[in-house]
């Protein structure tokens, strides 16, 4: 199997008090997930490695909040409370980007349906999202 190319896509809040990079290959997958949080927000999941994430502008401009088990750190904006990335309960040792808070999007983007609902269910799916 031959390794994807990497672009740097850049993306951030909507005031960009938040900004931040990311590479990713210009075709990625993304799950839709309909849990409580993620349909309210419209949050499309780009699960990546931490390493292939850098924040380059608002650290102090970011509050985070969690709930239930507390794993996931959900993060946004203190200015204008967009959420652009968080850290996922599924790959804590990763990063999960809204891919709606790209400013240039890859150009295919294959929506698959996960069921956040049934969370425990599903969520080994995930698992390997974070890994090089």
Not at 31 to 52: Q, V, W
Not at 102 to 116: A, M, R
């Amino acid at each position: 199997m031959s390794e994807q190319k990497l672009n740097t896509f850049k993306g951030s809040c909507h005031c960009g008090a938040v900004q931040f990079e990311i590479r990713a290959p210009d075709e990625i997958e993304v799950e839709d997930c309909n849990c409580s949080i993620c349909s309210k927000a419209g949050f499309l999941h780009l699960i990546l490695p931490l390493s292939r994430f850098q924040l380059l502008k608002g650290k102090d401009n970011i509050q985070t909040y969690t709930f239930n088990s507390g794993i996931a750190k959900h993060t946004f904006c203190k200015t204008c409370g967009v959420k652009p990335f968080y850290t996922p309960r599924s790959n804590p040792d990763g990063i999960d980007i809204n891919v709606r808070c790209l400013d240039i999007k890859p150009s295919t983007i294959n929506i698959v349906k996960f069921d956040g609902q049934n969370w425990e269910d599903n969520a080994d799916g995930l698992a390997d999202k974070s890994k090089d």
